[in-house]
Every structure is written in C-alpha cells, then in structure tokens.
C-alpha cells in the first residue's frame, strides 16, 4: 500500500510547559531535579560541585555544545550564585546569559525558543 511520500518526524522544539518549586514539565514530563535542557536532550538529575554555585565545570557539556543562549533558573528564590569565572568563560564563547528565577527563567528560555535562537536552559528547582 502506497502511504505517499516518507517524511522525517518533525522534532517539536523543547519548551517548558510548567514550572513549581521542586517541579517542571518539559516536552511533556515531569522531573522533581534540578535538570540542563539542550534542544535535542534534556539532562536530568543535574548536580553543581557546590548545590548553590554555579561553576564553569558544571556546565562543561553546555560550553562544548556552543548555544547562543544560556537560561539559567536560579531557584525560586534566586538562591543559586553564577560564579564570575563561570560568567567570563560563557562570555568568551559568544553564549549570551541570561540569570533570573526559575519561574522567570522558564518563560525567558521560551520566549529565546519561539524567537528560533539555539538555547540550553539549566533549571535549579527548589531554593
């Protein structure tokens, strides 16, 4: 039976559809840990050297991909602390950062989605 011609599964761009302490929802699954979520793969259970202190050896994998953008959710009370070193090395690779609450973070990293830009978004849950 002839079905037409073949087509490659469209991959929907990853979006974050819900986001509460200790909780978010990306492509329509749930993780309750901290999570780094690249447009092709999400990286659950995401641990940092030091829990609220965000080094450049914590987002090794992030640097090596080369998004244009960086989101990172710094808790939802904005516990988390981007190191300078870790503010320096993005810069020297042309990754734009942008550093709010998680909750703001969430809808920063869908708005850089919808507007078509390579994003990674590394999401601290709780504090």
């Given amino acids: 039976m002839y079905r037409g011609p073949s ?11 819900a986001y509460s302490f200790g909780s978010i929802k990306v492509q329509g699954k749930e993780y309750n840990q901290d999570l780094i979520v690249f447009p092709d793969k999400i ?13 450049v050896e914590d987002i090794d994998d992030v640097t090596a991909y080369k998004p244009e953008v960086l989101v990172v959710g710094l808790g939802a009370s904005g516990m988390m602390r ?29 708005e850089q989605v919808q ?8 999401f601290h849950l709780t504090c």
């Fill in 43 to 55: 990286r659950s259970n995401w641990w940092r050297k030091q829990g609220h202190s965000l080094a």
């Fill in 82 to 110: 981007i190191e300078e070193p870790t503010k320096k090395a993005l810069a020297e690779n042309g990754i734009d950062l942008i550093a709010k609450n998680t909750d703001q973070a969430c809808d920063a990293f869908n």
């Fill in 7 to 17: 087509r490659k599964r469209e991959q929907l761009p990853m979006k974050v559809q």
């Fill in 115 to 122: 507007q078509g830009k390579k994003v990674v978004g590394a």
